[in-house]
C-alpha cells in the first residue's frame, strides 16, 4: 500500500495515559470503518511546547481532524484548536467529579471564536463516527461503510427477540 494511503486521517490526544482506556474505543471504531489513526498522550499543561509541535506538524503528515480527550480541568481539546483550522472533537473523560461533569463543562463551554465538538461523557465511539463522517465528506467509500455500520446497527436491534412480536406485518 502506498504511504499516503496508510497515513494516519484522524489524530487522537488524550491528556494522559489514564484515558487510553475510554479512548481506545475510538481506535477500535476507526479501525472498522478502515480510517487511519494515531494516538498520542500529550498534556496541555505538563508538555504544552510537545503539543504545540504535535499539532502544528499533524496536517502535512495527513491528519485531516483531531479527537481530544481530557478529563478534570480539561483544557486539551481547546488548546488543540486554538493551534489548528482542522476540526476538533472533545471528548469528556469520566472522572470522580459527577461522573465526569467537570470534564463536560471544562470542554463543551469554549468560548466563541475556537470551536470544539463535544460528545457526552465517555463518548469515544461517537467522536470516531463524527471524525468519519466528516471525512466521508470527501471520500465516498468511507460513506458506504459508515452507511452499512448504521445499517448493521438499526437490523441488529430490529432482530433483537424482544422485538419478534414487531416485526410480524399488521
Ligand atoms: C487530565 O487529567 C487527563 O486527561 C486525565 O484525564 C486526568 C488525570 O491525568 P493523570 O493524573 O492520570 O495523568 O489531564
Redesign the pocket.
Known sequence: MAEHETAARVGIV??????FPVMEKAVELLGRLEVPCEMHAI???RAPDLLFRFVGGAEARGIRVFIA????A?H?PGVVAAKTILPVIGVP?P?QVAGGLD?LLSIVQMPKGIPVATVAVGGAENAALLAAEILALSDPALRGRLQAYRDAQTRSIEEDETNADLRRAP
Open positions: 488524550c491528556g494522559s495515559r489514564s484515558d498534556s496541555a499543561h480527550a481530557a478529563g478534570g480539561a486539551l473523560i472522572t470534564s
